[in-house]
């Protein structure tokens, strides 16, 4: 079956599937694709904290063990529909515009007509297409995926290829996410009475700490991966008492600290010194860490992957993906058409021509691989 790979994102781009709102409406039009195309569709769906249903599915073409699954997330981030009507997509100058075109309704669209490209017969190895929900805010999609899906967990794909804007450069490495939240009680009163306790205050002390590990961690290479374009692991600090007006002392301060870490760096030890430093003012501290994705440059996947794209060397990136969820079950790359300085702008966009030649390098990895 052929498909138009730029109308095909065309429509997909035309449904607002914001992560904050529901999926079901583009996750219906995509199963109807992977219907017509051949595959068998499994439907997963759970309703989040704001009460909106969410879908993710599971596409599956062909039988046997093993086999190659694509790997892309139906939702995006907010539009910013202030700034431009970024739900009507729009070709200009060998460019297509509009919110998810480069992450990844656009790529989810290759995979899509890769897919569809490939005759039932030829395959000797299942073809996988998997879409997940929330993958911008949360990776819930991806985790029910894993937990749940029952043509995911029975003979599931071998080796698997995550769509994520990379300039269709195979990327075997990517940083993860850590955040260590901290939280300071002071007492609210009316700043007329003096009898409050700030929290704010409290925890003025530790915030000058974390600035020096700032410095810290900007300078000492033990800290660093040198694989990684940045190097370091973008410590942050965000504040929230939650809206104190300035004529109550804050009764609570939460201060969260997030970094990316990387593979073979120090993470547990910048954990372990952010809690020990928290702990000494008798704050409390919460602490999570996902880890970074890491696969052999030789692994099958990526040299299949280099061999498709005319490409000599794997790459790394800095920024995440579902990856985190799924790369304990199967090899993956990462590897899609696309920018990520694409992604999440106004007037976001991917170069159609490069968006047409991803199909055929999934079509090759495809039936190098399955058939």
């Given amino acids: 079956m052929e498909i138009d790979v730029v109308q095909l994102a065309r429509e997909i781009i035309a449904i607002n599937s914001v992560s904050r709102w ?12 992977l219907r017509i195309s051949g595959f068998e569709v499994e439907r997963l769906s759970y309703t989040d904290e ?3 249903q969410k ?5 599956k073409k062909g039988e046997g063990e093993d086999g190659l699954g694509f790997f892309s997330h139906s939702d995006t981030v907010p539009g910013d529909e202030w700034a431009w009507d970024p739900f009507s997509p729009k070709v200009e100058n060998g460019r297509l515009i509009g919110r998810g075109s480069c992450d990844m309704k656009g790529p989810l669209a290759a995979t899509l007509t890769a897919g569809a490209s490939i005759d039932t ?6 073809l996988f297409i998997v879409i997940t929900a929330d993958e911008e805010i949360s990776g819930r999609g991806a985790k029910q995926v894993v937990a749940e899906s029952v043509l995911f967990q029975t003979r599931g794909p071998k080796h698997g290829i995550i769509a994520e804007p990379t300039e269709m450069q195979p990327v075997y490495a990517h940083k993860g996410g850590a955040r260590v939240v901290v939280t300071a009680y002071g007492r609210s009163a009316h700043t007329s009475t003096d009898q409050g306790i700030s929290a704010n205050f409290l925890i003025a002390p530790f915030l000058a700490e974390m600035a020096k590990l700032v410095d810290l961690f900007k300078t000492d290479s033990s800290f660093m991966n040198q694989d990684f374009d940045p190097p ?13 007006r300035p004529n109550v002392t804050a009764g609570k301060t939460v201060c969260t600290i997030s970094f990316r870490p990387m593979p073979n760096d120090r ?3 910048i954990i372990a010194m952010i809690t020990k430093k928290a702990e000494k003012y008798d704050f409390e501290v919460q602490s999570h860490k996902g880890d970074p994705f890491y696969i052999s440059p030789q692994a099958e996947i990526v040299q299949a992957s280099l061999t498709a794209t005319c490409t000599s060397k794997p790459q790394t990136v800095p920024f995440g993906t579902d990856a985190h969820s799924i790369k304990d079950h ?13 992604a999440h702008t106004i007037g976001e966009w991917i170069d159609i021509a490069q968006l047409q030649a991803s199909v055929e390098a999934y079509q090759q990895i495809a039936l190098s691989l399955c058939t």
């Fill in 22 to 33: 529901s999926n079901a409406e583009v996750s219906d039009l995509l199963e109807q694709k």
């Fill in 50 to 52: 704001n009460g909106e």
């Fill in 55 to 59: 879908i993710s599915l599971v596409g």
């Fill in 121 to 126: 017969r030829q395959l000797k190895k299942p």
């Fill in 232 to 244: 370091t692991n973008g410590f942050n600090m965000v504040l929230d008492d939650g809206g104190c």
């Fill in 267 to 269: 993470s547990h030890d």
């Fill in 330 to 342: 199967l090899d993956l790359v990462i590897l899609g058409p696309g920018n990520i300085a694409q």
